[in-house]
């Protein structure tokens, strides 16, 4: 399965230190994220309860051990799967803390993420754990450029090259520290412009939901998906990472037409093209 096909906006979150069970375009990287369904709670007076694992850099780690450390359940555990998902069902709290581990990575202990009635379960945890080795680091002005694949003839000429600026903060004192940043990208539609990154030792992951540029009123270009390679131990000026996703334009029925209207039955003209050989080029400014 493509990691850029993979459901989990609530691993991504992590990144923005928000949560969310609906999307705006293409799926992120991990396991699958809640469906909109409310879930039937488990008897006597259980809750059931889904996870996932990954690395900072957006990995899944199968194999993953999770144990639950305090509470009525203490020492219950379980492994997560080949996409780094994982269930529980027992008495849990929002005090309750669940330990995950795995050979090569950083312990970490979390608590459950907030209710979430609209979610399927309502009650998710999802752990990033650090590798080892120390972070490369990426802090620094970039130019960010998207060149499409060669096989996306449909895209206008004009869109098939674009570059913005963008900023990657320095190290903070964030766990896991200096490995997981939001970024906005200047140039790109208001509201629709931060990515995520992580990283994980040498290996660094962009992770696109949805960024948008508004060509003209009525015009979008939007980029979804994943950007992921093993770069070296030190950043050089410039790093082209292989982007595997969905490029798109869209022309929108109004001039005074919304981005959402491009997926809304309001296009009067949507091209795209999925591949994955798109690249996502960093030159350090």
Known sequence: MSMSRWIALLLIAQVFSSAACGEHGPAAPSATSPSPVAVTPPPNGSLFMRGTVSDTAFRALAGARVEVVDGPQAGLSTMADGIGEFSLSGTFDDATRFRATKDGYVTATRTLQPFCAACNPNRWINFSLEVLAPPVNMAGDYTLTFVADRSCTTLPNEVRTRTYAATIPPPSNAIPANASFGVTVRGAFKGWDVIGMGVAGDYVAVWLETLVEQI????????????????????????????????AYCVTKSELGRYEDCYQGQAAARLQCTATNHQLILTRR
């Not at 003209?216 to 000026?237: D, E, K, R, V, W």
Request: glycine content about 16%.
């Open 216 to 247: 003209a009123p009525n015009t979008f270009l939007s980029f979804g998906g994943l950007a992921a390679a093993s770069i070296g131990t030190s950043a050089g000026s410039t790093i082209a990472l292989p982007f595997d996703g969905e490029i």
